[in-house]
């Protein structure tokens, strides 16, 4: 087990709609990272938080967005969701300059 | 730009056999970092290793082992006496001045009895 949890493991939505995936990152974590992972496009670094800002941008779609709280746990929503869009998206935690580590993955599929 | 490289896409070994995974990378930052990650068939991603750019010691960790060559930008992960286990993709990751991780493409070892 990882400390980092997120939710839900599983997503099954219809295209256009609209989905949140959250993240709770490892106690004491101050940075959140957002990776998606699809077959054609491999493991995509989208986006970084640290201790509520954004700290790094990476392959992240305008129709995609996310946040930090003050409990630093996370949340990802995607937005016009479009077939393609269907990955497994992970969330990862770290303390500033050290490994990694994430969590099990929410599996978005968009029919 | 960073970029890492995992050339083999599968490789398949019968247990009991020693197998070596390659990694090259390419980055311009002085100070960096190489990871590697396994991911099973259940789908996490879990952490094995995390070598700075300033530390070419090779380490061991039971099965597991690391050769990182700075010369060749090569930071290679060798099973000994794979187990079925093992069967999963291990990616080798990079990040440096920023703190995200470069992924490669991944190899799937598939171990068989």
């Known amino acids: 087990d990882s400390g980092v949890t997120q939710t839900p493991k599983h997503l099954i939505t219809a295209t256009g709609q609209r989905v949140t995936l959250r993240c709770s990152p490892r106690s004491g974590d101050l940075s959140v990272y957002w990776y998606q992972q699809s077959l054609d496009q491999g493991l995509q670094f989208l986006i970084q938080?640290?201790?509520?800002?954004?700290?790094a941008k990476g392959n992240i779609l305008e129709r995609f967005s996310a946040q930090q709280f003050p409990d630093l746990h996370s949340e990802l929503n995607l937005s016009s969701l479009e077939l393609g869009d269907s990955a497994l998206y992970f969330c990862?935690?770290?303390?500033?300059?050290?490994?990694?580590?994430f969590g099990q993955g929410t599996r978005l599929t968009v029919v | 730009a960073q970029k890492v490289t995992q050339a083999q896409t599968e490789i398949s070994v019968v247990e009991k056999e020693d197998v070596t995974l390659d990694c090259v990378y390419e980055t311009r930052d002085t100070t960096y970092y190489l990871f590697w990650y396994k991911q099973p068939p259940s789908g996490e991603l879990v952490f094995l290793i995390r070598?700075?750019?300033?530390?070419?010691q090779n380490e061991i960790s039971g099965r597991y082992s690391w050769n990182f060559q700075k010369s060749t930008s090569s930071f290679n992960f060798t099973i000994t006496a794979s187990q079925v286990v093992d069967s999963a993709v291990y990616f080798c990751?990079?990040?440096?001045?920023?703190?995200?991780?470069?992924f490669g493409t991944g190899t799937r070892l598939q171990v068989t009895l």
């Open positions: 938080y640290y201790n509520g800002e954004e700290r």
């Open positions: 990862a935690s770290s303390a500033d300059n050290t490994e990694a580590f």
């Open positions: 990751a990079l990040t440096g001045a920023a703190s995200k991780l470069t």
């Open positions: 070598r700075n750019s300033f530390d070419e």
